[in-house]
């Protein structure tokens, strides 16, 4: 009898292909291991054993295998399960499941690039030699393709040889060719060399008896350094001496003390002592005794804490308790609050059991992530990810934790799977008996609706940590202040008057201007022309900085114009305001202090994000001017006042959770606002401050927002009382995706009737040359999901058989966001 294997290969095949093999190969494979089969005419692919049987494929001849690569599995059998449950529920396949769950380095195909390792010198006595070929090579060629590494070793099977090579560091995958992570740079002084004998330094503190702060600053130093014997922190400095960084700076400008930059590096755990975790105050520890015994019940529950009240602290009690019981912990952040400040912060409570995984590692650092959670290696009991984490080889999980829950980058546009994290996440843990804790000051309507319906539990933590009081949070109408000509730029005379007064106490400003909403176009005043992308159906986007135009879709730029493309008129408005407009205006009217402006543009280069929030906590800015990046979990301590610059871009934006996501954004930056003793006050700006949303942000009253929203999706059907699953197809021909999209939503309407809306272009109809359609299904409580499910893909085969839709691509979203 001949054996069979059934293999997931990366790609989007809609079944799984089956090859042959050996007894003694069946006897040996098991499910999640890799083997490099061959596919088509000439291509080679890895897949993953999913299954060994005996069941000859009826369609085609099966074809052997050419290789095995690994001894033992590398994927889990709750990990192919958890890949089962995504391709389902996200109506994707498991090849499209497989990529997006693997490291690039373990997936080697025909087409994969491999360039040179980054270690310069390899000891060639550690490499076999075919390993050593190859090696050679590439000393010659700066990259090779699977087939010319095939052509040199004279033989097919070379994903093995490659494989030992990605192992010993001597090769790179072309495809990852990522930064490395981002070390921190972290700023230090030391009294210059030549005040360091007691003769020097007595002569200095005469000098400077006359400036007796800076003076203070100095003994300060002195007695930091005698009493720690290690390098001196700006920041300590700062606060051990009570004297502003100005002192500081002076001190730095009169050449008396020296600045420096230490790198921190913050994957490598530096193997310092771990400091205990925080005794919790009383709330917390209600919190924390409720959650517990929540947990008895549901293995899910939605802790609402509000900003600052400690939640994070919390989670490190649970974590500790998983841990006693020798169980693996996943804490889930999205990508941008994975910042220095928390890993740091879980790291000196849990040391080197803590492993980092982001999509901004190198290929190493994933694949030695995934070997170790894999192996239930002590270095990797609680793993600090984003999104993509989930996929990783757990085998004793005990719990998740889902931080900033309400956060939409859970969610996967694109490529497939277009998964959500949080809600995967509910579903892995459920796989291992795990418990998920959700965890939010502004939740999701899906998760507080969720624990209203009992389905999930629910605690609260309503005080901030420290009795901090909440942000007083003041609405300014702009409108009126237009009108008593009270505004200079954006700028109304109450913020002016706030940022003045914050700024002379020495506090930190954070200016909040949401570019999603409206990005400063240009127009022609003769006109009305504005310069359009050729690619989309988008007006070009203006950036002062760089005077050029640019397409926020598809990155196409232009120089700026000088005069009009359809009139030649001179005139040109640029109308709307991003953050550099705001950046530009506030230097104006306060040209003595440091303005800084965090959003896509500024935090691309190396170390941008990670500068901009040094700086900031280092008290070197004094106005950061930012988009919602802004907003995420960060913790400064001397920020005192936000402002929000225009509350109505946010809330105009057409979808329908803009309201609620205004709601998230500002009651989220408000909270960066006076952590510490000082209340912080914030103020947001607005045409219309009689706005529901506006009030409810104003007296953070979440339930209220709730209600009200939860009305608006009922009478609507919206998600979450209906779920939805949004189709949308794409072509370069317009007409094209017009006769298909007719035909595809004809076919759902024949099964579901009104439940189908569209088609219907989006507002940006054309992105990349390629014109968009959508079509939405909603889907009550009532019908099933699976059925609903089931008969869209029975129509999109259809649709697929026709000749002429064949080339318009359609892609499936369920529970799009
Ligand atoms: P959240 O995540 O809810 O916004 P954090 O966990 O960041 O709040 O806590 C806010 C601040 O209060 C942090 O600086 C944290 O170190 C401090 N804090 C919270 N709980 C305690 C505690 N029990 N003891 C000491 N400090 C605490
Ligand atoms: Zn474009």
Not at 467 to 486: A, F, G, H, S, Y
Request: charged share 25%; hydrophobic share 40%; glycine share 4%.
């Amino acid at each position: 009898m001949v054996d069979f294997i059934d293999v997931i290969i990366p790609i989007p095949l809609k079944k799984l292909f089956t090859y042959t093999v050996t007894p003694a190969e069946a006897e040996f494979l098991k499910p999640g291991m890799r083997v490099a089969v061959p596919f088509g005419k000439s291509k080679i692919y890895t897949g993953l054993v999913f299954s060994v049987h005996k069941n000859e494929p009826a369609a085609y001849e099966a074809k052997d295998i050419q290789q095995i690569l690994d001894d033992t599995p590398i994927v889990n059998a709750q990990q192919l399960k958890f890949w089962q449950w995504i391709a389902s529920y996200y109506m994707c396949t498991l090849g499209d499941v497989m990529r997006a769950a693997l490291p690039n380095a373990f997936i080697l195909e025909s087409e994969t690039v491999v360039t040179k390792g980054k270690v310069a010198i390899i000891d060639d006595s550690v490499l076999k030699d075919d390993e050593f070929l190859v090696y050679e090579a590439l000393q010659h060629q700066s990259t090779l393709k699977i087939q010319d590494i095939s052509n040199i070793l004279g033989k097919k099977n070379v994903l093995h040889v490659i494989k030992g090579l990605i192992e010993k560091e001597a090769v790179l995958v072309e495809e990852e060719v990522y930064e490395k992570y981002k070390p921190k740079l972290v700023r230090y002084v030391k009294l210059q060399t030549s005040y360091t004998s007691e003769k020097a330094f007595h002569e200095l503190m005469e000098e400077l008896s006359r400036a007796p702060k800076q003076r203070d600053v100095v003994l300060t130093l002195f007695s930091i350094s005698a009493k720690t014997k290690k390098p001196v922190k700006v920041t300590d400095l700062v606060t051990e001496s009570g004297a502003s960084s100005s002192v500081v700076k002076a001190l730095i400008d009169k050449g008396v003390l020296e600045e420096y930059h230490i790198q921190t590096d913050r994957v490598e755990y530096s193997g310092e002592d771990t400091e205990a975790s925080k005794h919790l105050n009383e709330h917390q520890e209600t919190a924390l005794t409720e959650i517990n015994s929540s947990f008895q019940s549901h293995a899910v529950t939605l802790l609402h804490g509000v900003t600052s009240s400690g939640k994070t602290e919390v989670y490190v009690k649970l974590i500790e308790a998983v841990l006693q019981q020798g169980r693996q912990v996943l804490y889930l952040l999205p990508e941008i609050a994975l910042t220095t400040q928390l890993i740091t912060r879980l790291q000196n409570y849990f040391g080197e059991q803590v492993a980092v995984f982001h999509s901004k590692y190198s290929a190493h650092e994933r694949v030695e992530v995934w070997n170790q959670v894999l192996t239930n290696s002590a270095k990797a009991q609680i793993v600090l990810g984003a999104r993509s984490s989930i996929f990783l080889p757990f085998n004793h999980l005990g719990l998740i934790v889902v931080d900033e829950e309400h956060e939409q980058s859970f969610k996967q546009f694109d490529p497939a799977p277009r998964y959500h994290a949080r809600d995967a996440a509910v579903v892995l843990a459920h796989l291992h008996q795990a418990k998920t804790l959700l965890g939010s000051a502004t939740p999701s309507l899906e998760s507080y609706y969720n624990a209203r319906q009992n389905k999930y539990g629910f605690v609260e933590l309503l005080y901030r940590y420290n009795n901090v009081l909440m942000p007083d949070i003041e609405l300014v109408d702009i409108k009126d202040k237009q009108k008593k000509k009270r505004m200079k730029g954006h700028f109304s005379d109450r913020l002016i008057e706030e940022m003045t007064e914050t700024l002379a106490e020495g506090h930190q400003i954070i200016l909040f201007q949401n570019r999603r909403g409206f990005s400063p176009i240009v127009e022609c005043k003769t006109c009305g022309h504005a310069p359009e992308c050729p690619n989309c159906d988008v007006s070009l986007t203006y950036h002062q900085y760089r005077n050029q135009l640019r397409c926020h879709y598809c990155g196409y730029q232009a120089a700026m114009i000088q005069d009009c493309l359809a009139c030649g008129g001179q005139d040109l408005d640029s109308k709307g305001f991003g953050t550099e407009q705001i950046e530009e205006e506030v230097k104006i009217l306060f040209p003595d202090y440091k303005v800084a402006r965090m959003d896509l543009d500024t935090t691309r280069g190396k170390y941008g994000y990670e500068k901009i929030i040094t700086a900031l906590e280092q008290q070197e800015i004094d106005i950061l001017v930012g988009t919602q990046m802004l907003t995420k979990g960060l913790d400064f301590r001397n920020v005192k006042l936000v402002g929000i610059m225009n509350a109505d871009n946010m809330l105009n934006f057409p979808d329908f959770r803009a309201h609620e996501r205004s709601f998230q954004l500002m009651l989220q930056v408000a909270g960066r606002a006076g952590r510490t003793a000082e209340r912080g006050k914030v103020l947001i700006q607005t045409y219309n401050p009689h706005h529901n949303i506006l009030q409810q942000v104003s007296t953070n009253n979440y339930i209220d927002m709730f209600k009200e929203q939860m009305n608006d999706r009922y009478n609507f059907k919206y998600p979450p009382i209906y779920k939805q699953i949004k189709i949308t197809l794409k072509h370069k021909d317009f007409n094209r995706v017009e006769t298909a999209s007719i035909w595809f939503a004809k076919s759902l309407r024949q099964v579901f009737g009104d439940y189908v809306l569209g088609p219907e272009a989006p507002p940006v109809a054309r992105i990349r040359n390629q014109f968009h359609k959508n079509i939405l299904v909603k889907i009550p409580k009532k019908h099933s999901l699976a059925k609903t499910k089931e008969a869209i893909i029975k129509i999109n085969n259809s649709f697929e058989s026709v000749k002429d839709f064949r080339s318009v691509r359609v892609i499936l979203n369920v529970d799009n966001f």
